[in-house]
């Protein structure tokens, strides 16, 4: 029987692999957001986040894998900031549902939507991830919202106001929409603060 030499990181092994997949879920998102698809490889992603490809693979053996976690991880992320959202007025709350469509999640989101169009074995896995997030943002957004979908009108407009702020993530996608995202926010605001009351 040999001698076991212990291990000079005394870092426990379980906590270093949670810290290298959560850098590896982190890098493909930032891949995604700001090569594509196409750019996005695995090999790109482990050089991004400081890992070998042979770890990356261990974490994730298929590049779908890596990237529909990598989406679900930032989208969990994302509910939980919205849930941690202190409560506030409509408009603040509308400001922050739109802001969710505006940042690096969206764009990986979209670049996945993309290549789950063209990609029959990644197509059910993304469409059952987005069903998934779709559901959970919307019921947070009630809450958010005080909204009673009990009233006519009330879950449509929810689901609208989400639809809109998909529309306004997609034209930042190009080019920078602030301004005009401001103004469609505050009458957004006031629409649904009258649909809602």
């Not at 261990?58 to 202190?86: G, I, K, M, N, W």
């Amino acid at each position: 029987m040999g001698v076991v030499t212990p291990p000079t990181d005394r870092t426990p092994k379980q906590d270093r692999s949670r810290a290298t997949r959560q850098r590896l879920l982190e890098a493909a998102v930032a891949c995604l957001a700001e090569h594509g698809w196409a750019g996005s490889t695995v090999s790109v992603v482990a050089e991004h986040a400081g890992v070998s490809r042979g770890a990356a693979q261990h974490h994730f053996p298929t590049r779908e894998d890596l990237f529909t976690a990598a989406v679900e991880y930032v989208a969990e992320q994302r509910s939980a900031a919205l849930r941690a959202l202190p409560v506030q007025g409509r408009t603040a709350v509308v400001a922050a549902l739109v802001d969710l469509y505006t940042g690096p999640l969206f764009r990986a989101a979209l670049q996945l939507w993309v290549a789950a169009s063209n990609e029959s074995q990644l197509r059910p896995r993304v469409t059952e991830l987005e069903a998934r997030v779709g559901r959970e943002t919307h019921r947070i957004a009630v809450e958010l919202l005080a909204a009673d979908e009990t009233k006519p009108g009330a879950r449509e407009t929810v689901q609208g106001l989400l639809d809109m702020a998909r529309g306004l993530g997609l034209a930042n996608v190009l080019t920078d929409d602030t301004a005009r995202r401001q103004r469609v926010v505050a009458q957004w605001a006031a629409l649904v603060d009258d649909a809602l009351d």
